[in-house]
């Protein structure tokens, strides 16, 4: 299992700002960060929960582009939430869950 704290996390089509997501096999748990949790790594920027089988190399660098040009973390958000849903990378119960880590 790995746990990140993000300035947001994109999952199931909702942003969930100053959270902990938990990669478990192929199950995600996301909740909102209340206090230190051990073995919890800060990402300085936002991580993107997406099927393993249809993330390409291409949507990966699109997104690291998008965070890159933005000048606040507020409009980087909007800008890859917009992005992942106009893409369709939203995982379904039948895909297994990645993540994408996309550094500030």
């Given at each position: ?33 209340d206090g230190e949790i ?67």
């Amino acid at each position: 299992m790995v746990r990140y704290l993000a300035h947001a996390v994109m999952h199931g089509g909702k942003v969930y700002r100053q959270s902990i997501v938990e990669l478990d096999g192929t199950r995600v748990a996301v909740s909102r960060f209340d206090g230190e949790i051990h073995s919890t790594i800060f990402v300085s920027g936002i991580i993107v929960v997406v099927p393993e089988e249809r993330i390409t190399t291409v949507n990966v660098d699109q997104m690291k582009h998008i965070l890159g040009r933005a000048d606040l973390i507020e409009t980087a958000i909007k800008r890859i939430s917009r992005y992942v849903i106009m893409r369709n990378l939203a995982v379904t119960p039948d895909e297994t869950p990645t993540l994408v880590i996309l550094q500030r």
